[in-house]
Protein backbone atom coordinates (compact mmCIF):
# COMPACT_ATOMS: atom_id res chain seq x y z
CA UNK A 1 0.00 0.00 0.00
CA UNK A 2 1.41 3.37 -1.47
CA UNK A 3 2.30 5.99 2.31
CA UNK A 4 -0.02 8.76 1.85
CA UNK A 5 1.01 11.66 0.08
CA UNK A 6 1.52 13.37 3.44
CA UNK A 7 3.31 10.86 4.67
CA UNK A 8 6.64 11.40 7.13
CA UNK A 9 9.61 9.38 7.95
CA UNK A 10 11.55 10.24 11.46
CA UNK A 11 15.18 8.91 11.67
CA UNK A 12 16.89 8.58 14.66
CA UNK A 13 20.92 8.29 14.21
CA UNK A 14 22.25 6.38 16.93
CA UNK A 15 25.64 5.99 17.93
CA UNK A 16 27.62 4.88 21.16
CA UNK A 17 24.61 5.24 23.01
CA UNK A 18 24.53 4.94 26.71
CA UNK A 19 21.41 3.38 26.90
CA UNK A 20 19.60 0.48 24.31
CA UNK A 21 18.40 2.32 21.46
CA UNK A 22 14.50 1.29 22.45
CA UNK A 23 14.93 3.40 25.45
CA UNK A 24 16.36 6.82 24.08
CA UNK A 25 14.30 9.20 24.38
CA UNK A 26 14.34 10.42 20.87
CA UNK A 27 13.26 6.87 19.71
CA UNK A 28 10.35 6.75 22.23
CA UNK A 29 8.88 10.03 21.77
CA UNK A 30 9.23 10.10 18.09
CA UNK A 31 8.02 6.97 17.01
CA UNK A 32 4.26 7.72 17.64
CA UNK A 33 4.65 10.87 15.76
CA UNK A 34 5.82 9.68 12.21
CA UNK A 35 4.55 6.96 9.86
CA UNK A 36 7.62 4.96 9.57
CA UNK A 37 10.79 5.30 11.56
CA UNK A 38 14.06 4.41 10.69
CA UNK A 39 16.63 3.94 13.31
CA UNK A 40 20.39 4.61 11.50
CA UNK A 41 23.23 2.47 13.98
CA UNK A 42 25.97 4.75 12.76
CA UNK A 43 28.45 2.34 14.37
CA UNK A 44 29.42 0.99 18.00
CA UNK A 45 25.76 0.30 18.45
CA UNK A 46 24.87 -3.39 20.19
CA UNK A 47 23.23 -5.48 17.21
CA UNK A 48 20.73 -6.91 19.85
CA UNK A 49 18.97 -3.50 20.53
CA UNK A 50 16.08 -2.42 18.64
CA UNK A 51 14.28 -5.24 16.96
CA UNK A 52 13.73 -4.71 13.03
CA UNK A 53 10.27 -6.65 13.28
CA UNK A 54 8.28 -3.93 15.30
CA UNK A 55 6.05 -2.74 13.39
CA UNK A 56 6.02 0.76 11.48
CA UNK A 57 10.33 0.38 13.06
CA UNK A 58 13.17 0.03 10.26
CA UNK A 59 16.91 -0.57 10.66
CA UNK A 60 19.79 0.37 8.86
CA UNK A 61 23.15 -0.72 10.24
CA UNK A 62 26.68 0.98 9.32
CA UNK A 63 29.59 -1.16 10.73
CA UNK A 64 31.70 2.01 10.77
CA UNK A 65 30.55 5.09 12.07
CA UNK A 66 30.03 7.19 8.78
CA UNK A 67 28.95 10.48 9.86
CA UNK A 68 25.42 11.81 10.30
CA UNK A 69 25.67 13.13 6.70
CA UNK A 70 25.64 9.71 5.63
CA UNK A 71 22.97 8.38 7.68
CA UNK A 72 20.58 11.15 6.60
CA UNK A 73 21.75 10.40 3.23
CA UNK A 74 20.49 6.75 3.75
CA UNK A 75 17.21 8.11 5.27
CA UNK A 76 16.49 10.21 1.89
CA UNK A 77 16.86 7.25 0.20
CA UNK A 78 14.32 5.35 2.20
CA UNK A 79 11.85 8.00 2.53
CA UNK A 80 11.64 8.22 -1.48
CA UNK A 81 11.63 4.74 -2.06
CA UNK A 82 8.84 4.35 0.44
CA UNK A 83 7.04 7.19 -1.00
CA UNK A 84 6.75 9.67 1.68
CA UNK A 85 6.96 13.30 1.17
CA UNK A 86 8.64 14.35 4.20
CA UNK A 87 11.82 13.70 6.10
CA UNK A 88 12.07 14.22 10.09
CA UNK A 89 15.69 14.22 11.56
CA UNK A 90 16.81 13.90 14.95
CA UNK A 91 19.69 13.56 17.23
CA UNK A 92 19.79 10.20 19.95
CA UNK A 93 20.28 13.24 22.51
CA UNK A 94 17.18 15.13 21.67
CA UNK A 95 13.60 15.13 22.55
CA UNK A 96 10.73 15.45 20.87
CA UNK A 97 7.82 17.51 21.90
CA UNK A 98 4.47 15.84 22.05
CA UNK A 99 3.68 17.35 19.04
CA UNK A 100 6.95 18.96 17.42
CA UNK A 101 6.08 16.21 14.08
CA UNK A 102 3.13 17.89 13.54
CA UNK A 103 3.96 21.94 13.92
CA UNK A 104 6.50 20.95 11.51
CA UNK A 105 4.53 19.24 8.36
CA UNK A 106 1.50 22.17 9.50
CA UNK A 107 3.88 25.17 9.22
CA UNK A 108 6.04 23.20 6.21
CA UNK A 109 2.68 22.79 4.03
CA UNK A 110 1.28 26.35 4.43
CA UNK A 111 4.24 28.16 3.18
CA UNK A 112 5.17 25.50 0.86
CA UNK A 113 8.56 25.64 2.04
CA UNK A 114 11.91 22.75 1.34
CA UNK A 115 12.78 22.69 5.11
CA UNK A 116 11.85 24.17 8.67
CA UNK A 117 14.26 24.30 11.52
CA UNK A 118 14.40 24.92 15.16
CA UNK A 119 14.70 28.24 15.64
CA UNK A 120 18.04 30.10 16.80
CA UNK A 121 19.37 32.87 18.66
CA UNK A 122 21.50 35.28 16.40
CA UNK A 123 24.77 36.05 17.52
CA UNK A 124 25.66 39.02 19.32
CA UNK A 125 28.92 39.47 17.36
CA UNK A 126 26.83 38.77 13.53
CA UNK A 127 29.31 35.68 13.28
CA UNK A 128 26.78 33.50 12.07
CA UNK A 129 27.59 32.74 8.49
CA UNK A 130 24.77 31.06 7.32
CA UNK A 131 20.82 31.78 7.32
CA UNK A 132 20.25 29.48 9.28
CA UNK A 133 22.49 28.57 12.27
CA UNK A 134 21.11 25.64 13.79
CA UNK A 135 21.17 22.39 14.65
CA UNK A 136 19.66 19.81 12.05
CA UNK A 137 18.24 17.64 14.98
CA UNK A 138 14.29 18.62 14.82
CA UNK A 139 14.27 19.78 11.22
CA UNK A 140 11.73 18.55 8.59
CA UNK A 141 12.52 18.34 4.72
CA UNK A 142 10.22 17.99 1.72
CA UNK A 143 12.13 14.70 0.13
CA UNK A 144 11.89 15.44 -3.29
CA UNK A 145 13.19 18.70 -3.16
CA UNK A 146 16.15 17.63 -0.94
CA UNK A 147 17.14 15.15 -3.60
CA UNK A 148 16.89 17.75 -6.01
CA UNK A 149 20.08 19.25 -4.44
CA UNK A 150 21.97 16.37 -3.73
CA UNK A 151 21.08 15.54 -0.63
CA UNK A 152 23.82 15.73 2.26
CA UNK A 153 27.42 17.00 1.63
CA UNK A 154 29.24 13.71 3.21
CA UNK A 155 32.69 15.53 2.72
CA UNK A 156 31.29 17.67 6.02
CA UNK A 157 30.26 14.31 7.80
CA UNK A 158 28.49 15.89 10.70
CA UNK A 159 29.70 19.53 12.00
CA UNK A 160 27.60 22.23 9.06
CA UNK A 161 26.30 19.43 7.15
CA UNK A 162 22.86 21.11 8.00
CA UNK A 163 24.04 24.50 7.29
CA UNK A 164 25.53 23.88 3.84
CA UNK A 165 22.50 22.17 2.51
CA UNK A 166 20.12 25.04 3.97
CA UNK A 167 22.78 27.72 2.22
CA UNK A 168 21.80 25.18 -0.98
CA UNK A 169 18.79 25.29 -0.78
CA UNK A 170 18.29 28.92 -0.40
CA UNK A 171 20.64 29.16 -3.33
CA UNK A 172 18.35 27.22 -5.92
CA UNK A 173 15.36 29.32 -4.59
CA UNK A 174 13.56 27.42 -1.57
CA UNK A 175 12.09 28.66 1.16
CA UNK A 176 13.87 27.56 4.75
CA UNK A 177 12.17 29.31 7.35
CA UNK A 178 12.27 28.65 11.16
CA UNK A 179 9.54 27.10 13.64
CA UNK A 180 7.79 30.01 15.93
CA UNK A 181 9.40 28.35 19.05
CA UNK A 182 11.48 25.23 19.56
CA UNK A 183 9.98 21.81 19.92
CA UNK A 184 12.55 19.68 20.75
CA UNK A 185 15.33 19.43 23.50
CA UNK A 186 18.68 19.51 22.54
CA UNK A 187 21.97 19.32 24.43
CA UNK A 188 25.53 19.04 22.49
CA UNK A 189 28.39 18.10 24.21
CA UNK A 190 28.82 19.43 27.74
CA UNK A 191 27.93 23.05 27.67
CA UNK A 192 29.32 25.03 30.40
CA UNK A 193 29.39 28.52 31.03
CA UNK A 194 32.62 31.01 31.30
CA UNK A 195 33.71 34.60 32.00
CA UNK A 196 35.61 36.28 28.75
CA UNK A 197 36.17 39.93 29.01
CA UNK A 198 33.43 40.67 31.46
CA UNK A 199 31.06 38.87 29.46
CA UNK A 200 29.36 35.44 30.25
CA UNK A 201 30.40 32.46 27.11
CA UNK A 202 28.93 28.90 26.71
CA UNK A 203 31.90 26.47 25.78
CA UNK A 204 30.61 23.20 24.51
CA UNK A 205 32.73 20.45 25.77
CA UNK A 206 33.23 18.88 22.78
CA UNK A 207 36.90 17.18 22.98
CA UNK A 208 39.60 16.43 21.15
CA UNK A 209 38.29 14.27 18.38
CA UNK A 210 35.20 16.02 18.01
CA UNK A 211 36.75 19.39 17.81
CA UNK A 212 39.67 18.26 14.52
CA UNK A 213 36.21 17.12 12.76
CA UNK A 214 34.29 20.04 13.34
CA UNK A 215 37.33 21.96 12.43
CA UNK A 216 37.61 19.94 9.39
CA UNK A 217 34.19 20.66 8.05
CA UNK A 218 35.07 23.92 9.12
CA UNK A 219 37.95 24.59 6.53
CA UNK A 220 36.73 22.42 4.06
CA UNK A 221 33.90 24.82 3.55
CA UNK A 222 36.34 28.42 4.20
CA UNK A 223 38.46 26.70 0.99
CA UNK A 224 35.20 26.19 -0.89
CA UNK A 225 33.69 29.69 -0.24
CA UNK A 226 36.70 31.93 -0.01
CA UNK A 227 36.39 32.85 -3.59
CA UNK A 228 32.67 33.23 -4.49
CA UNK A 229 31.22 33.74 -0.93
CA UNK A 230 34.40 36.02 0.65
CA UNK A 231 32.11 36.97 3.61
CA UNK A 232 30.58 33.63 4.49
CA UNK A 233 34.09 32.18 4.78
CA UNK A 234 35.11 34.82 6.75
CA UNK A 235 32.47 35.00 9.13
CA UNK A 236 33.09 31.27 9.18
CA UNK A 237 36.25 31.52 9.94
CA UNK A 238 35.88 34.08 12.74
CA UNK A 239 33.35 32.20 14.62
CA UNK A 240 35.63 29.25 14.64
CA UNK A 241 38.52 31.30 16.09
CA UNK A 242 36.32 32.43 19.25
CA UNK A 243 35.49 29.10 19.56
CA UNK A 244 39.13 28.11 19.59
CA UNK A 245 39.91 31.32 22.30
CA UNK A 246 36.77 30.42 24.24
CA UNK A 247 38.06 26.72 24.40
CA UNK A 248 41.88 28.07 25.84
CA UNK A 249 40.23 30.41 28.28
CA UNK A 250 38.24 28.10 29.43
CA UNK A 251 41.31 25.93 30.38
CA UNK A 252 40.64 22.98 27.17
CA UNK A 253 43.99 23.45 25.14
CA UNK A 254 43.80 20.09 23.97
CA UNK A 255 40.54 20.89 22.17
CA UNK A 256 41.04 24.37 21.23
CA UNK A 257 44.61 23.08 19.39
CA UNK A 258 42.57 19.67 17.67
CA UNK A 259 39.97 22.51 16.03
CA UNK A 260 42.95 24.60 14.91
CA UNK A 261 44.88 21.51 13.31
CA UNK A 262 41.48 20.67 12.01
CA UNK A 263 40.70 24.03 10.19
CA UNK A 264 44.14 23.81 8.74
CA UNK A 265 43.60 20.55 7.67
CA UNK A 266 40.33 21.20 5.87
CA UNK A 267 41.25 24.12 3.99
CA UNK A 268 44.38 22.46 2.20
CA UNK A 269 42.56 19.83 1.66
CA UNK A 270 41.56 20.25 -2.61
CA UNK A 271 39.96 17.20 -3.56
CA UNK A 272 38.57 14.97 -0.54
CA UNK A 273 36.48 11.96 -0.80
CA UNK A 274 32.43 11.64 -1.32
CA UNK A 275 32.50 10.89 2.14
CA UNK A 276 33.90 8.80 4.84
CA UNK A 277 35.42 5.73 4.82
CA UNK A 278 33.54 2.57 5.48
CA UNK A 279 36.55 0.86 7.89
CA UNK A 280 37.42 2.62 11.08
CA UNK A 281 41.64 3.18 11.50
CA UNK A 282 43.53 0.45 11.67
CA UNK A 283 45.13 1.79 14.38
CA UNK A 284 43.44 3.66 17.08
CA UNK A 285 39.42 2.48 15.25
CA UNK A 286 38.86 5.78 15.12
CA UNK A 287 36.60 7.18 12.14
CA UNK A 288 38.31 7.92 8.94
CA UNK A 289 37.20 11.09 7.01
CA UNK A 290 37.68 12.36 3.47
CA UNK A 291 41.41 14.22 2.77
CA UNK A 292 42.02 13.72 -0.79
CA UNK A 293 42.22 11.33 -3.56
CA UNK A 294 45.52 10.40 -4.22
CA UNK A 295 47.26 10.64 -7.58
CA UNK A 296 49.28 7.34 -9.36
CA UNK A 297 52.54 7.10 -8.22
CA UNK A 298 54.67 7.97 -10.62
CA UNK A 299 57.82 6.12 -9.41
CA UNK A 300 56.77 2.74 -9.73
CA UNK A 301 54.07 2.92 -12.46
CA UNK A 302 50.90 4.03 -12.74
CA UNK A 303 49.13 2.71 -10.51
CA UNK A 304 45.91 3.03 -9.43
CA UNK A 305 45.00 5.92 -7.38
CA UNK A 306 42.64 5.93 -4.23
CA UNK A 307 40.55 7.92 -1.60
CA UNK A 308 43.14 8.52 0.83
CA UNK A 309 41.09 9.25 4.67
CA UNK A 310 42.67 10.81 7.34
CA UNK A 311 41.93 9.90 10.81
CA UNK A 312 39.87 12.47 13.22
CA UNK A 313 41.46 10.74 16.44
CA UNK A 314 45.57 9.62 15.66
CA UNK A 315 45.61 11.17 12.62
CA UNK A 316 46.69 8.29 10.52
CA UNK A 317 46.34 8.05 6.58
CA UNK A 318 44.45 5.18 5.06
CA UNK A 319 43.04 3.65 2.19
CA UNK A 320 39.12 3.82 2.22
CA UNK A 321 39.24 -0.04 1.18
CA UNK A 322 41.20 -3.17 1.60
CA UNK A 323 42.15 -4.86 -1.62
CA UNK A 324 42.32 -8.73 -1.88
CA UNK A 325 46.12 -10.51 -0.98
CA UNK A 326 45.97 -11.59 -4.22
CA UNK A 327 45.74 -7.65 -5.30
CA UNK A 328 48.41 -6.58 -2.91
CA UNK A 329 50.58 -8.80 -4.33
CA UNK A 330 50.36 -8.02 -7.60
CA UNK A 331 51.95 -4.44 -6.64
CA UNK A 332 55.16 -5.98 -5.85
CA UNK A 333 56.71 -7.77 -8.38
CA UNK A 334 58.63 -5.16 -9.99
CA UNK A 335 59.06 -3.40 -6.61
CA UNK A 336 62.28 -1.05 -6.55
CA UNK A 337 63.66 -2.67 -3.03
CA UNK A 338 63.78 -6.16 -4.60
CA UNK A 339 66.20 -5.32 -6.77
CA UNK A 340 70.12 -3.61 -5.94
CA UNK A 341 71.12 -0.93 -7.58
CA UNK A 342 75.02 -0.92 -8.50
CA UNK A 343 76.97 1.44 -6.69
CA UNK A 344 78.72 4.14 -9.11
CA UNK A 345 81.02 6.68 -7.79
CA UNK A 346 80.24 10.00 -7.91
CA UNK A 347 82.13 13.08 -6.90
CA UNK A 348 79.61 14.35 -4.33
CA UNK A 349 79.37 10.95 -2.71
CA UNK A 350 82.53 12.53 -1.12
CA UNK A 351 80.15 15.34 0.55
CA UNK A 352 77.01 13.82 0.76
CA UNK A 353 75.48 12.00 2.62
CA UNK A 354 76.61 13.66 5.47
CA UNK A 355 78.74 11.97 8.22
CA UNK A 356 75.94 12.51 11.16
CA UNK A 357 73.27 11.44 8.22
CA UNK A 358 75.64 8.46 7.08
CA UNK A 359 75.81 7.53 10.92
CA UNK A 360 71.72 8.16 11.63
CA UNK A 361 70.96 6.25 8.44
CA UNK A 362 73.57 3.05 9.61
CA UNK A 363 71.88 3.53 12.83
CA UNK A 364 68.58 2.80 11.48
CA UNK A 365 69.91 0.23 8.73
CA UNK A 366 70.25 -1.77 12.15
CA UNK A 367 66.79 -1.55 13.38
CA UNK A 368 68.32 0.77 16.41
CA UNK A 369 70.00 -2.37 18.17
CA UNK A 370 72.19 -1.62 21.28
CA UNK A 371 75.57 -2.87 21.24
CA UNK A 372 74.56 -6.48 22.61
CA UNK A 373 75.56 -10.46 21.58
CA UNK A 374 73.68 -11.05 18.10
CA UNK A 375 70.76 -13.43 18.79
CA UNK A 376 67.98 -14.43 16.34
CA UNK A 377 66.38 -11.55 14.00
CA UNK A 378 63.51 -11.97 11.53
CA UNK A 379 63.31 -8.92 9.10
CA UNK A 380 59.44 -8.58 7.87
CA UNK A 381 59.14 -7.65 4.40
CA UNK A 382 62.63 -8.23 3.67
CA UNK A 383 62.82 -6.96 -0.23
CA UNK A 384 66.21 -7.88 -1.77
CA UNK A 385 67.28 -9.22 1.59
CA UNK A 386 70.63 -7.17 1.58
CA UNK A 387 69.89 -6.23 4.84
CA UNK A 388 69.34 -10.12 5.82
CA UNK A 389 73.15 -10.57 4.65
CA UNK A 390 74.51 -7.77 6.59
CA UNK A 391 72.98 -9.35 10.01
CA UNK A 392 74.28 -12.57 8.95
CA UNK A 393 77.77 -11.24 8.52
CA UNK A 394 77.41 -9.19 11.80
CA UNK A 395 77.10 -13.03 13.62
CA UNK A 396 73.00 -12.76 14.05
CA UNK A 397 71.12 -15.91 13.47
CA UNK A 398 69.04 -14.68 10.17
CA UNK A 399 65.08 -15.46 8.94
CA UNK A 400 63.22 -12.97 6.31
CA UNK A 401 59.61 -13.18 5.41
CA UNK A 402 58.11 -11.46 2.59
CA UNK A 403 54.77 -12.12 0.30
CA UNK A 404 56.83 -11.69 -2.99
CA UNK A 405 58.31 -14.81 -4.31
CA UNK A 406 60.86 -12.61 -6.21
CA UNK A 407 61.96 -10.95 -3.21
CA UNK A 408 65.35 -11.99 -0.54
CA UNK A 409 66.77 -13.58 -3.69
CA UNK A 410 70.05 -12.17 -2.32
CA UNK A 411 69.74 -13.83 0.70
CA UNK A 412 68.38 -16.89 -0.53
CA UNK A 413 71.95 -17.33 -2.97
CA UNK A 414 73.92 -16.85 0.82
CA UNK A 415 71.61 -19.91 2.13
CA UNK A 416 69.30 -17.56 4.23
CA UNK A 417 65.44 -18.77 4.37
CA UNK A 418 63.52 -16.19 3.00
CA UNK A 419 59.63 -17.62 3.77
CA UNK A 420 56.80 -16.27 1.46
CA UNK A 421 53.81 -16.52 3.90
CA UNK A 422 52.39 -14.16 6.05
CA UNK A 423 54.13 -13.83 9.16
CA UNK A 424 51.51 -15.23 10.96
CA UNK A 425 52.24 -18.56 9.53
CA UNK A 426 55.53 -18.45 11.21
CA UNK A 427 54.36 -19.56 14.26
CA UNK A 428 55.62 -22.61 14.95
CA UNK A 429 57.49 -23.05 12.47
CA UNK A 430 60.13 -20.89 13.69
CA UNK A 431 61.61 -20.19 17.06
CA UNK A 432 61.29 -17.16 18.89
CA UNK A 433 63.09 -14.28 17.83
CA UNK A 434 65.36 -11.59 19.54
CA UNK A 435 64.97 -8.97 17.17
CA UNK A 436 62.16 -8.11 14.43
CA UNK A 437 62.59 -5.32 12.06
CA UNK A 438 59.63 -3.68 9.77
CA UNK A 439 61.35 -0.96 7.93
CA UNK A 440 58.80 0.99 5.50
CA UNK A 441 56.61 -2.27 5.73
CA UNK A 442 53.70 -1.78 8.33
CA UNK A 443 52.35 0.91 6.32
CA UNK A 444 51.83 -1.78 3.55
CA UNK A 445 49.89 -4.04 5.58
CA UNK A 446 46.05 -4.22 5.11
CA UNK A 447 45.74 -5.16 9.04
CA UNK A 448 48.49 -3.45 10.60
CA UNK A 449 47.92 -4.30 13.92
CA UNK A 450 47.06 -8.02 12.87
CA UNK A 451 50.78 -8.24 11.63
CA UNK A 452 52.06 -6.47 15.19
CA UNK A 453 50.40 -9.06 16.74
CA UNK A 454 51.55 -12.13 14.95
CA UNK A 455 55.24 -10.52 15.30
CA UNK A 456 54.53 -10.03 19.10
CA UNK A 457 53.87 -13.20 19.28
CA UNK A 458 57.05 -14.97 17.85
CA UNK A 459 59.15 -12.76 20.11
CA UNK A 460 61.46 -13.68 22.88
CA UNK A 461 60.47 -12.64 26.11
CA UNK A 462 63.04 -9.61 26.03
CA UNK A 463 62.89 -9.82 21.77
CA UNK A 464 62.19 -6.47 20.63
CA UNK A 465 60.42 -4.97 17.69
CA UNK A 466 61.32 -2.24 15.69
CA UNK A 467 58.89 -0.62 12.95
CA UNK A 468 60.28 2.46 10.82
CA UNK A 469 57.65 3.68 8.56
CA UNK A 470 56.83 7.05 6.73
CA UNK A 471 55.01 9.52 9.23
CA UNK A 472 51.52 10.75 8.25
CA UNK A 473 51.96 14.01 10.19
CA UNK A 474 55.42 14.53 8.31
CA UNK A 475 56.14 18.49 6.91
CA UNK A 476 56.22 16.74 3.74
CA UNK A 477 52.84 15.51 3.80
CA UNK A 478 51.88 19.09 5.57
CA UNK A 479 53.11 21.29 2.59
CA UNK A 480 52.51 18.99 -0.02
CA UNK A 481 49.18 17.07 0.09
CA UNK A 482 48.64 14.37 -2.12
CA UNK A 483 51.37 14.80 -4.20
CA UNK A 484 53.24 14.41 -0.92
CA UNK A 485 56.51 11.33 -1.79
CA UNK A 486 55.81 9.30 0.99
CA UNK A 487 51.84 8.91 0.00
CA UNK A 488 52.98 6.31 -2.57
CA UNK A 489 49.40 5.09 -3.85
CA UNK A 490 48.20 2.66 -3.82
CA UNK A 491 50.74 0.70 -2.35
CA UNK A 492 50.76 2.94 1.41
CA UNK A 493 47.53 1.52 3.12
CA UNK A 494 47.66 2.81 6.23
CA UNK A 495 50.94 5.38 7.00
CA UNK A 496 50.90 6.04 10.93
CA UNK A 497 51.52 8.51 13.40
CA UNK A 498 53.86 8.92 16.59
CA UNK A 499 50.10 8.82 18.45
CA UNK A 500 49.06 5.94 15.92
CA UNK A 501 51.49 3.55 16.88
CA UNK A 502 51.12 4.54 20.47
CA UNK A 503 47.24 3.72 20.08
CA UNK A 504 47.76 0.02 18.41
CA UNK A 505 50.46 -0.73 21.03
CA UNK A 506 48.20 0.08 23.74
CA UNK A 507 45.41 -1.90 22.52
CA UNK A 508 47.68 -4.82 21.47
CA UNK A 509 49.26 -4.97 25.23
CA UNK A 510 52.61 -4.16 23.75
CA UNK A 511 54.96 -1.81 25.69
CA UNK A 512 56.46 0.89 23.93
CA UNK A 513 60.10 1.90 24.97
CA UNK A 514 60.81 4.35 22.09
CA UNK A 515 58.43 6.20 19.39
CA UNK A 516 59.55 9.21 17.97
CA UNK A 517 59.84 10.95 14.53
CA UNK A 518 63.50 10.94 12.46
CA UNK A 519 64.54 13.39 9.72
CA UNK A 520 66.98 10.97 8.33
CA UNK A 521 65.44 10.19 5.27
CA UNK A 522 64.35 14.27 4.26
CA UNK A 523 66.97 13.96 1.66
CA UNK A 524 64.49 11.10 -0.16
CA UNK A 525 61.07 12.04 1.24
CA UNK A 526 60.90 15.72 1.11
CA UNK A 527 63.44 16.10 -2.00
CA UNK A 528 61.49 13.54 -3.96
CA UNK A 529 58.44 15.69 -3.17
CA UNK A 530 60.12 18.82 -4.35
CA UNK A 531 61.55 17.01 -7.15
CA UNK A 532 58.01 15.47 -8.48
CA UNK A 533 56.47 18.73 -10.36
CA UNK A 534 59.89 18.70 -11.85
CA UNK A 535 60.43 15.05 -13.23
CA UNK A 536 58.37 15.70 -16.52
CA UNK A 537 59.97 18.55 -17.60
CA UNK A 538 63.56 18.01 -17.18
CA UNK A 539 64.82 15.84 -19.88
CA UNK A 540 66.98 12.32 -18.81
CA UNK A 541 70.50 13.25 -18.73
CA UNK A 542 73.05 15.37 -16.47
CA UNK A 543 70.41 18.16 -15.83
CA UNK A 544 67.95 15.59 -14.22
CA UNK A 545 70.94 14.32 -12.05
CA UNK A 546 71.57 17.64 -10.69
CA UNK A 547 67.83 18.96 -9.80
CA UNK A 548 67.63 15.15 -7.96
CA UNK A 549 70.77 16.03 -5.95
CA UNK A 550 69.93 19.72 -5.58
CA UNK A 551 66.45 18.59 -4.72
CA UNK A 552 67.75 15.73 -1.93
CA UNK A 553 69.86 18.22 -0.27
CA UNK A 554 66.81 20.96 0.10
CA UNK A 555 64.79 18.32 1.84
CA UNK A 556 66.99 17.50 4.05
CA UNK A 557 67.69 20.59 4.87
CA UNK A 558 63.93 21.70 5.43
CA UNK A 559 63.09 18.49 7.05
CA UNK A 560 66.19 19.13 9.77
CA UNK A 561 64.64 22.84 10.69
CA UNK A 562 61.93 21.57 10.76
CA UNK A 563 62.31 18.65 13.01
CA UNK A 564 64.18 21.46 15.26
CA UNK A 565 61.31 23.18 15.72
CA UNK A 566 58.54 20.27 16.00
CA UNK A 567 60.44 17.22 16.68
CA UNK A 568 57.13 15.51 15.57
CA UNK A 569 57.18 16.16 11.89
CA UNK A 570 59.95 14.54 11.10
CA UNK A 571 59.40 12.34 7.13
CA UNK A 572 59.75 8.99 9.44
CA UNK A 573 58.33 7.42 13.11
CA UNK A 574 60.48 4.95 14.44
CA UNK A 575 58.68 2.72 17.02
CA UNK A 576 60.12 -0.28 19.81
CA UNK A 577 58.08 -2.35 21.76
CA UNK A 578 58.00 -5.43 23.38
CA UNK A 579 55.88 -7.65 24.61
CA UNK A 580 54.68 -6.53 28.15
CA UNK A 581 56.47 -8.06 31.33
CA UNK A 582 54.09 -10.50 33.25
Known sequence: MPAPLSSTLGVVIAHCPDMPVEALPAVRDLRPQVDVLLVVCNGDVPTATLKATEPGVRVVRFDTNRGTA????TAIDEAADGGHRYLY??????????AAVAAAVDLIAVHGAAAVVQPAARSRWCLDPFPWNTVASGSLYDVGLLRAVGGFDERLFVDEVDHE?????????????????A????????????????RTAVVSGHGPERRAIQGFSAGLLVRRYARNRTATAARLLLRQTVTVAKDVVAGDGPSARALARGIVSGAATGSPPAGAARR???????????????????????????????????????????PPPVEVASWYREYYTHSVEPVTARIWQRLWPTPRRRREMEHMHWYLTPPAPPGRFLEVGTGSGERLVQFADGGWDVVGQDIDPKAGYLARDRGIEVHTADVGDLRGREAPFDLIGLSHVLEHATDPAQMLRDCADLLTPTGRICVISPNARALGRLLFGR???????????????????RAVSARLGLDTELVTTRATNGAVVLGGSLLRP???????????????FSTACLGQAMG?????????VGEEVVWVGRRARA
Open 89 to 98: VLDQDSVPGP
Open 183 to 198: TIDHRAGRPRSIRVAG
Open 534 to 548: LQARIPPGPLQKVAR
Open 70 to 73: AAWN
Open 560 to 568: RAAHTVDDG
Open 483 to 501: WWFGLEQPRHLAIPTVASL
Open 165 to 181: LHARLIDAGYLVGPLPA
Open 280 to 322: LCPYCEGPLLGRFGAVPDWRYGTGVPGNVYRCARCGALAAGAV
